[in-house]
């Protein structure tokens, strides 16, 4: 559209502009899309390095602030410190997608928004539990949520849930929905065995 605009004798210089914001839109549509089909394409497993959980989790919700902000969304993260060994950019992209979905549910509501992320450590495990006042899960997709592809978001690609369930069975764990969680919206449990 772009090279069409300036082969013309007179060029709408805000078309051009109009066709630049598009391009660019698209190209974090394409980039978020990467990023998330990357578990599934044969990447090398993340290093492990020592990291004080609670601590990264902050800085991935330091990441949001504006989003948050935005739609009015409180957060409760823990004043614990757990050391763990992890690799970073998968725990980050872990709780980018729980962050991400929890964002858009809150949206749809009028009620109190909040997010609420714990951590509970047991002997040889350590757990997150990630819960938010949002709408919640329906029942009848309780299971259907953690299928590749299948979203009831209209601009869902179906592949956040996927991907955090790839990560964590990385390092012997479990993701799952919890029936009863902390707020009355949707509440996920993931808890790692390995490299922990």
């Given amino acids: ?30 980039a978020q899309l990467f990023k998330r089909l990357e578990p599934f394409g044969g990447r090398k497993k993340g290093r492990p390095v020592d990291i004080i959980l609670e601590d990264a989790i902050s800085n991935v919700f330091g990441l949001y ?24 950019g998968e725990l980050q992209l872990i709780l980018v997608n729980l962050i991400q979905n929890s964002l858009y549910w809150l949206s749809t509501i009028n009620t109190e928004r909040i997010i609420k992320v714990e951590v509970i450590r047991h002997k040889e495990e350590l757990s997150i539990v990630f819960s938010d006042s949002g709408p919640g899960i329906k029942e009848e997709h309780n299971t259907l949520i953690f299928e590749p592809y299948f979203s009831t978001r209209p601009d869902g ?10 990560l964590v069975t990385e390092y012997d764990g479990e993701f799952y929905l919890m029936d009863n969680g902390p707020l009355d919206g949707a509440t996920f449990k993931i808890t790692f065995r390995h490299r922990i």
């Fill in 65 to 88: 602030k504006t989003e948050l902000q935005h739609f009015d969304v409180s957060i409760i993260l823990p004043d614990s410190k757990n050391l763990v060994r992890i690799d970073d």
């Fill in 1 to 30: 559209m772009i090279m069409k605009e300036v082969g013309k004798v007179e060029i709408d210089r805000e078309s051009i502009k109009g066709s630049i914001e598009n391009i660019k839109e698209e190209k974090k549509v394409l």
């Fill in 157 to 166: 690609i179906g592949l956040g849930l996927t991907i955090v369930g790839e």
